[in-house]
């Protein structure tokens, strides 16, 4: 499921979640449908999210239903879990964040209640080894 949602990451990225939120609070969510794995949400807890207006913040790392089984309020459920695992921890405010160019993704957002706070685009430049 994993691979579905990040097919760009290489397996042992995939396959070590620890290491990939090492240090930061971590929960795993699944939706499952007759015995079958549907969907999941990766949540941490972040000390900040541009957008927010508090402090720590729960972020959706990641969230991913089945596409057989999107449009059945799956991707709700499982923003659901979320809230409660943050209001758990008395963490105020839940985010996420997406491509821009992922409609698809913006509008489940949106559905689901969030409410779009900024556009990015972020820029790098590969600096030239010193010899």
Not at 98 to 120: L, N, Y
Request: net charge negative.
């Amino acid at each position: 499921m994993r691979k579905e949602l990040w097919p760009k990451a290489g397996f042992d990225e995939l396959k070590n979640v620890e290491h990939l939120y090492k240090g930061s609070q971590f929960a795993c969510f699944f939706a499952e449908h007759k015995s079958q794995s549907i969907g999941f949400i990766e949540l941490t807890i972040r000390p900040y999210v541009n957008g927010c207006d508090s402090s720590p913040v729960a972020f959706v790392e990641g969230i991913w239903v089945d596409e057989k089984f999107q449009k059945h309020g799956i991707g709700r459920a499982l923003i659901k879990k979320a809230e409660e695992w943050a209001q758990s921890l008395s963490v105020k405010e839940l985010a996420s964040d997406t491509r821009i160019e992922s409609e698809h993704s913006i509008h489940a957002h949106k559905s689901w209640g969030f409410e779009e706070t900024e556009r990015v685009v972020y820029f790098k430049k590969t600096l030239a080894e010193q010899t």
